[in-house]
């Protein structure tokens, strides 16, 4: 099957059933959510072309999948998501730009939409997001895809077109993923196994770093590939360690939360992470509990 998530395919998604039309209007049935565009040539200010169905489902990692029935190839149909910087990102069929669309940086779209597919039949929409790796599947072929970094929101869907109908609405979250970013020393070993990795499992966070990779592909691709897919990143800064500062200005480049932390031994800090939030602890037993607690405001607070 073509899909990042095949696991979860194959078995039972969440179905959602609770909605709330929260602009425009629509029509909220047991057999799916309709919606009819209408045009008051009186008083334009009074068409209603666009509806926003939000869902009591929250989603920030994982698997969203719907049908949909267009009348026509002047419509639309697109998750509505929130991106980590509090702006909003659009993934699905867009009416306006009449292509189909996923986030990046700026919306990444194709050059088709709707005009190349047999309107009688449903489509099927699947929006995988794997971190900051967004992919959208219509029919079960990857349409599009794009890179941004979504914060956790209720689903919520834009409807537009002459009559658009979506339907078999489920969804299926994935557990994020934190990747750590640190010299492999006992000092360091002590700090991942002792405070980070069970502070992330207690957020029910996945927690990996670069030396638990085993896969015969360069180390830099599974780095990379990790930072992309990865909801978190944490990086001990304590050492200058060129492969360190490499992979914190990859993950500041792609907008990826990240949370520094470092000794108190550490006099200065370079200069390019200086205007960065740092987290700076003690290596004691009584430093060991200060910065437990402050890594789990830290992450509470990006996870919020």
Request: glycine share 6%.
């Amino acid at each position: 099957m073509n899909s990042i998530y095949k696991d979860l395919i194959d078995r039972q998604m969440k179905e959602i059933k609770n909605f709330a039309v929260i602009e425009g209007k629509a029509d909220i049935g047991n057999t799916g959510i309709t919606f009819k565009e209408i045009v008051d040539k009186g008083d334009e200010s009074k068409s209603i072309l666009t509806s926003e169905i939000r869902t009591d489902a929250n989603f920030s990692n994982g698997i969203i999948e719907f049908k949909a029935r267009f009348k026509d190839q002047n419509s639309g149909c697109v998750i509505v998501f929130k991106r980590n910087n509090g702006k909003i990102a659009l993934a699905g069929c867009s009416k306006d730009a009449k292509k189909f669309l996923v986030p990046d940086k700026e919306d990444y779209s194709t050059k088709s939409g709707l005009s190349n597919y047999d309107l009688k039949k449903e489509l099927v929409f699947r929006v995988e997001v794997n971190g900051s790796n967004i992919h959208l599947f219509v029919n079960n072929i990857l349409i599009t895809q794009g890179e941004t970094s979504l914060a956790e929101a209720p689903i919520t869907f834009r409807l537009t077109g002459i009559e658009t109908k979506i339907f078999d609405i489920k969804y299926e979250s994935v557990k994020p993923n934190v990747f750590v970013v640190m010299q492999f020393t006992n000092e360091y070993n002590e700090l991942y196994n002792d405070v980070i990795k069970p502070v992330c499992e207690s957020f029910n966070l996945e927690c990996v770093r670069a030396d638990e990779f085993y896969t015969a592909s360069p180390i830099i691709k599974d780095i990379v590939d990790s930072i992309k897919s990865s909801y978190i990143i944490i990086a001990e800064i304590t050492p200058d360690n060129p492969n360190v500062f490499y992979e914190i200005g990859y993950a500041h480049a792609i907008n990826k939360p990240t949370i520094l932390l470092c000794d108190k031994k550490r006099e200065k800090l370079p200069f390019d992470v200086s205007g960065f939030r740092t987290l700076f602890y003690e290596n004691s037993i009584g430093g060991k509990n200060k910065v437990e607690r402050d890594l789990k405001k830290f992450i509470d607070n990006i996870l919020k």
